[in-house]
């Protein structure tokens, strides 16, 4: 057998991504609870519930990590415990973090903390929520009273989740709470979560000083169905300036440009952030269609013949390739650390999961050997949990779950990821035995 393989640097963080909606069960008190319990607005027609259960048990899948060798572990609040009415704190919400993340460290597992990832409280989502200016206050003084009471068990924060998936999903799609399909209204929302995102990073680097904060942004490549086109080139590279750029954009360079502003630089929003979080799911194929505004003018192309692996539940192709040019890209463009912050697919047969692993973590190797400064990798996701409009339909986890029993089940795909981690190496042999197929993916 070969003796090739992919080292990865010495102190190079290994995890998993998960969102606290998602995991712990009952946030009975936010918005994409109130909006799930709506019939017709899940795949499966089907509650979060008890979710993984994490309010009472998370030490266990803590356990579960720690057994996989992970030494990090992104996961978040919820703004809806902590805060759930405005400027009252509950107290016994944020002991239970304590402990939480008190478990983490007893475990040697580092914690990342994202304040925002989707959900508002209802008192929030009745005053408009995102769309509400009055927002970024509310934001600066919710991470105040957090990092306040939790910093000193966590140096990494993420301030917002994927703004332009939350903003697209809830204001343009209407598939999220509050339901609305008003591109101008997500424009307006993608804008106050960058003054909040800005805000909340000067907060919190008042109140910790140390603490490495950065938002978490979604990029995807989109890419015209027909490069002949020049109508699919237009409306391919709108879509990736509009909703990948624009937000990194305005936190780096602290211009709001053209839709989140008409280009006025302001000075509070620059350089914010320490480290730049990416969120990597695969590439779009784009068709022009002159009737779609809500989407920019274009539309899903069909999947192009070299793709790999099928992903029946999503437009997008599997794309490794795609990883390595969005690492480059930001590299290149901003020279900040990069934490690859969720990347990973749903596979209820696991039998695709060990290939799409083992051929992202080689991009993100090719990365590193092109001089760029990546920090870290988060699988989505640990367990198997509740994906939003998805439900229960998508099982993304390293470890499978039955919700009805709570049942877990450890997966082929997380006994490769452990094996990477400890070994702190893609190895011939691990290619050789869980995916064979992508041998020349990973080495070649």
């Known amino acids: 057998m070969s003796t090739r393989q992919l080292e990865f640097p010495k ?25 799930e319990q709506i019939s017709g607005h899940v795949a499966d027609n089907t509650t979060s519930g008890l979710a993984c259960d994490w309010w009472h048990r998370a030490e266990e899948d803590f356990d579960r990590a720690a057994t996989l060798h992970l030494n990090t572990l992104r996961l978040s609040v919820e703004w809806s415990r902590l805060e759930p009415e405005p400027n009252k704190w509950a107290h016994a919400a944020f002991d239970r973090y304590r402990e939480m993340l008190q478990a983490l460290h007893q475990r040697g597992i580092t914690p990342m ?10 008192w929030l989502a009745e005053q408009g929520g995102w769309a509400n ?61 960058v003054q909040a995102h800005a805000v909340a990073y000067h907060t919190i680097k008042q109140v910790q000083p140390q603490a490495q904060v950065g938002l978490v942004q979604h990029l995807a490549i989109f890419d015209p169905a027909n490069p002949d086109s020049i109508f699919n080139r237009i409306v391919a590279s709108a879509r990736s300036t509009m909703i990948n750029w624009r937000i990194v954009e305005a ?29 990597y799911y695969g590439r779009h194929l784009l068709n022009f269609n002159p009737r779609a ?58 039998d695709i999961r060990p290939g799409f692993i083992l051929t992202h973590l080689a991009a993100v190797h090719r990365a590193l050997q092109a001089g760029v400064d990546v920090r870290g990798y988060y699988y989505w996701t640990l367990v198997d949990n509740y994906e939003w409009v998805e439900g229960w339909t998508t099982p993304f986890g390293l470890i499978g779950l039955d919700p009805q029993t709570q049942r877990r089940t450890i997966r082929r795909s997380a006994q490769l990821y452990a094996e990477i981690v400890e070994a702190n190496a893609i190895t011939a042999a691990m290619v050789a035995r869980y995916a064979p197929a992508v041998m020349l993916q990973v080495f070649g």
């Open 11 to 35: 102190n190079f963080l290994w995890g998993a991504a998960t969102a606290a909606h998602q995991n712990e069960g009952n946030n009975s008190n936010n918005d994409f609870w109130a909006w």
């Open 113 to 122: 903390l994202t304040l925002h990832h989707f959900t508002n409280p209802l």
């Open 133 to 193: 200016p009055n927002i970024v206050n509310y934001f600066a003084r919710y991470a105040r009273q957090v990092v306040s009471s939790l910093g000193d068990l966590c140096q990494l924060w993420c301030t917002i989740n994927e703004p332009n998936i939350y903003a697209a999903y809830a204001y343009v799609l209407g598939e999220w709470s509050p339901g609305e399909q008003n591109i101008f209204t997500a424009f307006r929302v993608m804008r106050h979560q």
């Open 251 to 279: 936190t780096m360079e602290g211009r709001l440009k053209f839709p989140l502003g008409w280009g006025k630089r302001h000075v509070n929003l620059a350089n914010t952030n320490d480290y730049l979080g990416l969120n």
């Open 293 to 350: 505004l809500g989407a920019l003018f274009a539309e899903a192309g069909t999947a192009s013949p070299e793709m790999a692996w099928p992903q029946p539940w999503t437009d997008r192709e599997i794309y490794p390739q795609g990883l390595y040019k969005l690492l480059v890209e930001l590299h290149h463009q901003y020279r900040k650390p990069i934490f690859v912050t969720e990347n990973g697919m749903a596979d209820a047969t696991d």
